[in-house]
């Protein structure tokens, strides 16, 4: 049964720092690209970034580059998402997922940028 399990996200302020954890098991992790994507209060699901099965090429939407790092452990089964600088607009249920459409995605984890 795959599973994906998001964690660490939380209430930080704008210009702070968070770093998102996604557990996997069920499936062969270290074949599959992953995603992070978000979906913010009133709004549709989008992808935030990507990365390879063997982690050396990454992708962005353009509102978190130079802001947001994914990487991944193929050892731990794990994907993870640095945010740094976060801004309000960035307040979003995160998820991790398979593909960059959410299909099979996680419960998510909750990030809110406030002062």
């Known amino acids: 049964q795959v599973q994906l399990v998001e964690s660490g996200g939380g209430l930080v302020q704008p210009g702070g720092s968070l770093r998102l954890s996604c557990a996997t098991s069920?499936?062969?992790?270290?074949?599959?690209?992953m995603w992070w994507l978000r979906q913010a209060p009133g709004k549709g699901l989008e992808w935030v970034s990507g990365i390879n099965s063997r982690g050396d090429n990454t992708s962005y939407i353009d509102s978190v580059k130079g802001r947001f790092t994914i990487s991944r452990d193929n050892d731990e089964k794990k994907v993870y998402l640095q945010m740094n600088m976060l801004k309000p607009e960035d307040t979003a249920t995160y998820y991790c997922?398979?593909?960059?459409?959410?299909?099979?995605r996680g419960p998510g984890t909750q990030v809110t940028v406030s002062s």
């Open positions: 997922a398979r593909d960059k459409y959410g299909e099979g």
């Open positions: 069920g499936f062969m992790f270290r074949f599959y690209r």
